[in-house]
């Protein structure tokens, strides 16, 4: 279940534009504004979501940005294929930003996996913490595991691109479905990677939580 939960927001962010996009055209809407509202329809879901958490992070600056595009888009084109290539925008910045996160700080993957990893056990997520500051292998794993991430996320938006480019405009339709395949299936590889590397990840973690249950009060 878990699984499924963390799969939903990419899930809903290539299925539903896809059904929105096709209901639309089944309405007689043209091919840019078909595009336009489905994907505004993806980032109004993203928006409610930022302003749930009421925090303005890195994805909340992102769903920003794309309203804003979006809006900008309104005006200054009628060309649908800039708005079918829009999402490679987003999705580029934001695999630069995990690459970047591997060598400035510390990786997304490694902050966005605590609560999971620790289950929401105080011992546990002192355990993981210094894990990140005691194992070299551990620091390691996820900075790899974040690259992945990151490499997936970039190679998409290129494949998004040439994509929509190397399909004639009178085959859009078509081109906009098969642009969305490349992130269903580099992201179900990088989720195959990293559950490879849950097990060692884990027994540094639980290593580290015994020699903490070993030590005096």
């Known amino acids: 279940m878990n699984r499924l939960r963390l799969l939903l927001p990419t899930l809903l962010d290539i299925v539903v534009p896809i059904v929105l996009y096709f209901v639309l055209r089944k309405l007689g809407v043209d091919q840019f504004w078909a595009l336009t509202v489905a994907g505004i329809g993806t980032g109004v879901y993203a928006l ?73 056990d105080p011992v546990r997520a002192e355990a993981y913490v210094q894990a990140w500051d005691e194992s070299a292998t551990f620091r390691l ?52 990677f990293v559950r490879l590397q849950v097990p060692a990840l884990s027994k540094i973690v639980d290593g580290i939580q015994e020699r903490m249950a070993a030590q005096p009060v």
Not at 71 to 81: E, Q
Not at 107 to 118: D, F, M, N, Q, T
Not at 152 to 171: D, F, G, N
Request: aromatic share 12%; with cysteine.
């Open 141 to 192: 794993r996820e900075r790899l595991m974040t690259a992945a991430f990151g490499v997936a996320l970039v190679v998409e938006s290129v494949l998004r691109v040439w994509i929509v480019y190397h399909w004639s405009p009178a085959k859009l339709d078509e081109s906009f479905v098969i642009s969305q395949l490349p992130g269903l299936v580099l992201i179900v590889a990088v989720l195959g």
């Open 48 to 120: 409610f979501n930022t302003i749930r958490r009421r925090k303005l992070d890195f994805i909340g600056i992102l769903v920003l940005l794309e309203v804003a595009l979006s809006a900008a888009l309104i005006f200054t084109t009628d060309d649908p294929r800039v708005v079918a290539i829009k999402p490679a925008f987003y999705t580029a910045l934001a695999g630069l930003y995990f690459l970047f996160t591997c060598v400035v700080g510390k990786p997304v993957v490694y902050i966005a996996a605590a609560p999971i990893a620790s289950g929401g």
